[in-house]
């Protein structure tokens, strides 16, 4: 069963304003039954929400004559119920809104003043735990308090709002007088009301026509600026270098390293490798797999033992740095062992 025991009555505008009974549905039992603002019978029943997270909510009874609860507000002639309504001390009595008097105890119809000074009239219901008493607030006092606020007037140059508030009168001329402001010569009405500068007109005709000294040109922006076009360009195009130096692609004399240079770069990086193949002690020689001698210092198509037992020959390779040494597996490509 979801739901716990402390089913008390809320006077929060949530619940006292909405068809159901004003009751927390998850402070109810699942089962409990109750009376709603509109005069029907509502039963708790425990629903599952999109997290799988159990809840409990109000659920119209059916309106069967089997199963449809009776509201009486009328004295009967059942001897069901005892007429000793006396006041009671317990706690659970003085604590609650309503009247500290047992209903089962009072008569149907019986008026008692409640804890919270609202008038409650004992009602008889029937479900399916039996016949029962219950206070109901009484409906007259609901007219009165409505019928005063409905009732409120304002002074002048204010009306009555929605909410029962008195506000300033808004409605009628105020707005025409606002439309019809008139602005000074030179500035004109914007569409929030205000006066700012009339840039309309022949102002724009000015700026266009703006003439700029020798030399200089009007810019998009309206600004004089230097005439780049016309006989400038040429001169910089015509620039001359001196001997060894050649015009780069932003007009600036810089080496020329076209032609033979490249070659006897190449011829220098060639003369790198020797023949003084000798034993190196370096660790970078050390742990590696390969011999531990420098394959540029070697001789091309030397095979040697390399540090992990597996022979190893010198073959050269032509790269961007010129022409190199390195050590090969024997069997692998480039390899004659």
Not at 106 to 128: F, H, P, Q, W
Not at 163 to 182: E, F, I, N, W
């Amino acid at each position: 069963m979801f739901g716990n025991y402390n089913c008390k009555e809320s006077y929060d505008n949530k619940y006292q304003s909405r068809p159901g009974p004003p009751y927390p549905a998850n402070e109810c039992h699942e089962g409990t039954i109750k009376l709603g603002n509109n005069g029907l019978m509502y039963v708790a029943v425990a629903t599952k929400g999109k997290g799988g997270k159990l809840s409990n909510r109000w659920k119209k009874l059916p309106s069967n004559n089997k199963s449809k609860p009776k509201i009486k507000t009328h004295l009967s002639n059942s001897n069901t119920h005892k007429k000793t309504c006396k006041k009671s001390t317990d706690t659970k009595y003085q604590s609650r809104p309503g009247p500290p008097y047992p209903a089962n105890d009072c008569a149907l119809g019986k008026r008692k003043k409640g804890n919270d000074g609202i008038m409650y009239t004992v009602v008889e219901v029937s479900g399916k735990r039996g016949t029962m008493h219950r206070w109901v607030k009484t409906s007259s006092a609901k007219k009165s308090i409505t019928k005063s606020t409905n009732s409120k007037t304002c002074p002048p140059g204010k009306v009555l709002s929605p909410k029962g508030r008195c506000v300033k009168d808004r409605s009628g001329s105020t707005k025409m007088l606002v439309a019809k402001k008139t602005c000074p010569p030179g500035k004109v009405l914007s569409p929030k009301g205000r006066c700012v500068k009339d840039r309309s007109g022949s102002n724009k005709m000015v700026v266009a026509k703006k003439t700029c000294p020798p030399g200089k040109v009007l810019s998009p922006k309206g600004r004089c600026v230097k005439d780049r076009s016309g006989s400038n360009k040429m001169v910089v195009a015509k620039k001359t270098c001196p001997p060894g130096k050649v015009l780069s692609p932003k007009g600036r004399c810089v080496k020329d390293r076209s032609g033979s240079t490249k070659m006897l770069v190449a011829k220098k990086r060639t003369s790198i490798m020797g023949n003084s193949c000798e034993h190196r002690s370096e660790k970078k020689y050390q742990t590696r797999p390969s011999p531990p001698y420098s394959a540029n210092e070697c001789p091309e198509g030397i095979t040697i033992m390399g540090n992990d037992g597996e022979m190893y020959q010198a073959v050269s390779y032509d790269t961007k740095r010129g022409i190199i040494n390195r050590w090969v597996k024997c069997g692998k490509a480039n390899t004659s062992c």
